[in-house]
């Protein structure tokens, strides 16, 4: 967040009360120093880098450092507008590595921040000089001019020559005087607010992030956020996963091999019994068979293993419906990624069995690029509205979440097509 460029207020009589007036004088005498010093060597830093760039090998090198550079002494310029003027300046953020010593270079060459920095320091090498002459002719002349009637008489001729003006009476001298008092109590303040200013806006405008650039890093941040969030419940989705088929349902299947032996060794003796054994074992072979479609709507092992397409075709092989299955996804997607593609697949013919009834049933998944389609048509009754089905809701929103689109076309009697794109980039 940017503070007031100067928080200097602006009422003559206000400013000679306030510290800032005498603090923003001290930052734009500074700029004299920074143009001569850390000024100079930014701007010959950047003459080098045009000039070692044609060279291949020897510029590469250099235009890294020469960014990296140019961002440190803009930092250290924003350190000096926060202590003398209290302005904050959000830093521009340089380039981050793009893996490859040559990208690196590209990129610190293009890179916009530099180059608003050094333009920066660019602009203030002119600026400093009029500072140079502004601040003596404000905080200096007056008093010497104020002190006139004291000393006017002591020149040659007896009189002072002040541009086109002659002083050469007490009368005109005091005049001078009561003109520079009101311009040092009045004009001298507002001058140096005014300058403040100006050198605040320029670093504000050149040193720090705009406002579309603020929100675009906070848009990168909650994207980040966002996948992070994405991936931890994918990946405690597959811990859940393991947990459920490692523990309980090994557990659940122990049992029941125990209560089929009880109930062999059993045979024919005690019949109320055998039929609770029997009751027993039967509830056992379901909770199994449950587990096993839960560990399967959690995250099936087989897709973290081989990917989209033998879990996909484990899919269709248990569908009622026929399904044509055709999986091209090279490169793989991550993890996140195929487990929403998996998703979708999964409530999309668990729909077609359920509603649509339809005799055929089609399944597309393709890499085309940074994005994943998915396409799922049947030749049902249609009718499937998004807006209704609490299953097609949940699909939306979870596509959604990794910023992809979930699109259903279903008009009655035509069948249902659904086409899901995610980015996998």
């Known amino acids: 967040m940017t503070v007031a460029a100067s928080p200097v207020p602006w009422a003559p009589w206000r400013l000679w009360r306030s510290p800032y007036l005498w603090l923003a004088t001290i930052h734009l005498i500074g700029d004299a ?14 003459l080098v880098v045009l000039l070692a760039w044609p060279l291949g090998y020897v510029g590469i090198p250099l235009s890294v450092g020469a960014n990296r550079f140019v961002y440190l002494v803009a930092g250290w310029e924003r350190a000096r507008a926060r202590v003398t003027r209290g ?4 830093p521009l ?8 010593r040559i990208a690196d270079a590209r990129l610190a060459v293009t890179d916009q921040g530099m180059w608003r920095q050094f333009l920066y320091y660019l602009l203030l090498l ?20 104020i002190a ?11 009189q002072a020559q002040l541009g086109p003006f002659v002083i050469d009476s007490p009368k005109t001298a005091v005049f001078v005087a009561v003109a520079a008092a009101v311009f040092l109590l009045v004009v001298s303040p507002l001058l140096m607010r005014l300058a403040s200013t100006l050198d605040a806006e320029l670093a504000r405008i050149l040193l720090g992030r705009s406002e579309t650039g603020a929100l675009a890093e906070r848009v990168t941040q909650l994207v980040t956020s966002r996948q992070r969030v994405v991936d931890s419940v994918e990946a405690e989705r ?30 024919d003796k005690e019949p109320a019994v055998r039929s609770l054994i029997e009751e027993a074992h039967s509830e056992a072979m379901q909770a199994i068979a449950e587990i096993r479609d ?6 099936p092992p087989v897709l973290s293993d081989r990917g989209l397409d033998a879990a996909l075709s484990a899919v269709a092989a248990r569908s009622p419906v026929p399904v044509r299955l055709s999986v091209d996804v090279q490169p793989r997607p991550s993890l996140t990624i195929e487990s929403i593609a998996y998703f979708v697949v999964t409530e999309a013919l668990t729909n077609v069995a359920k509603h649509a009834e339809a005799a055929h049933a089609e399944v597309r998944v393709t890499r085309v690029g940074d994005v ?5 048509r049947d030749d049902g009754q249609g009718g499937a509205d998004s807006a209704k089905g609490s299953g097609l809701r949940g699909l939306t929103d979870r596509v959604a979440g990794v910023d992809g689109r979930l699109t259903v076309d279903s008009p009655p009697g035509g069948g249902t097509t659904l086409i899901a794109e995610v980015p996998c980039g």
């Open 33 to 46: 120093v920074v143009v001569l010093t850390s000024g100079l060597l930014v701007l010959a830093t950047v």
């Open 87 to 90: 302005q904050e300046i959000p």
């Open 93 to 100: 953020i340089p380039p981050p590595s793009a893996g490859s």
């Open 126 to 145: 002119p600026l400093a000089m009029v500072w140079l002459v502004l601040i003596p002719v404000t905080w200096s002349l007056p008093p010497v001019l």
């Open 148 to 158: 006139l009637p004291l000393y006017y008489d002591q020149f040659a001729a007896g």
């Open 238 to 267: 597959q811990r859940m996963e393991r947990d459920l088929h490692d523990g309980a349902q090994q557990r659940l299947v122990s049992l029941a091999m125990t209560l089929g032996r009880a109930k062999n060794r059993l045979g």
């Open 294 to 299: 839960l560990t399967r709507g959690l995250h």
């Open 372 to 376: 994943l389609r998915v396409e799922v």
